[in-house]
């Protein structure tokens, strides 16, 4: 299982979308447009698929800024 990853286009910091999800399914997804909590700038980001990055795990360091920054799902999942 992984994370999709997005840019904030206000910071140009990447965050979570906190949906997770195996490779298989992500290179599966269309077009859709979702939206996601950004906690640099504190707004919600529309995004799409093609626009997201797959990874893993999210790096330590994004753990410690989010919970800092106090995003409304600091204490969910990635």
């Known amino acids: 299982m992984g ?6 286009p206000t910071t140009g910091r990447e965050f979570s979308t906190g949906i997770q999800l195996d490779e ?8 859709t447009l979702s939206t996601a909590y950004c906690p640099y700038c504190r707004a919600d980001h529309r995004w ?3 626009e997201a990055r797959f990874v893993e795990s999210i790096p330590a360091a994004q753990w410690v800024e989010r919970f800092q920054s106090g995003g409304p799902d600091q204490d969910a999942e990635p």
């Open 24 to 31: 298989v399914t992500f290179r599966m997804l269309t077009g």
């Open 3 to 8: 994370v999709l990853l997005v840019l904030c």
């Open 48 to 50: 799409t698929p093609r």
